[in-house]
């Protein structure tokens, strides 16, 4: 017995199966793109890339989870996408003297040290299966209203309170920084006691 059920068996024999997959990867395209745009002032144009990226975000989460066309490729290039375009988000606006220049460095800080972390403890204690915590999705949905309450107002469609979101930007982003470290500390600590690899 495999386990797998014919809808899943049916899931995975589909031609589309790798569809969400490949919505990620024309994601990761809209990156150089829109950087160009944000560095040229090109609000209008850097605010519709920007949606069409929530879009296709969107529409790959909801295929992956009605089909059943989960990857491990998929788990890895839809929350990297997700952090480049941010990052570029965030570089770019900053370049244009629109996002201080601290808020992004504590940004992307943030993810450095994620992923920082991340390598080492594959290093010490082999793969490390990560899942994202309710603290780290509103850390993303944060920034990501953040870029896009920056960017209506920059093409002049709306002006939005602006400092509350930094400030949670701010907050969030501190604060799910600090929870990554200490979960990873405590469970590394445990395994050191257990002697074993996670």
């Not at 896009?148 to 309170?161: C, F, Q, T, Y």
């Amino acid at each position: 017995m495999t386990g797998r059920t014919p809808a899943s068996a049916a899931a995975g024999a589909s031609p589309l199966r790798h569809l969400p997959n490949l919505i990620t990867l024309l994601r990761i395209l809209l990156v150089l793109p829109l950087g160009w745009c944000l560095l040229e002032r090109r609000f209008d144009v850097a605010l519709a890339l920007a949606a069409v990226a929530g879009g296709s975000d969107a529409l790959d989460g909801f295929l992956a989870r009605h089909y059943g066309w989960r990857s491990r490729l998929g788990g890895l290039l839809d929350p990297a996408a997700d952090k480049l375009l941010l990052a570029t988000c965030f570089l770019g606006l900053s370049m244009v003297g629109s996002v201080p220049w601290a808020l992004t460095l504590l940004v992307l800080g943030r993810d450095v040290a994620i992923v920082a972390g991340a390598l080492a403890w594959q290093r010490l204690f082999g793969a490390l299966e990560a899942q994202p915590t309710l603290l780290s999705k509103f850390t993303t949905l944060a920034q990501i209203l953040y870029v896009l309450a920056m960017l209506l107002e920059l093409d002049g469609i709306a002006a939005l309170a602006l400092a509350p979101l930094r400030w949670a930007v701010v907050a969030l982003t501190v604060a799910s920084g600090v929870d990554y470290v200490l979960r990873w500390s405590l469970k590394a600590r445990r395994l050191r006691r257990e002697g074993g690899r996670g």
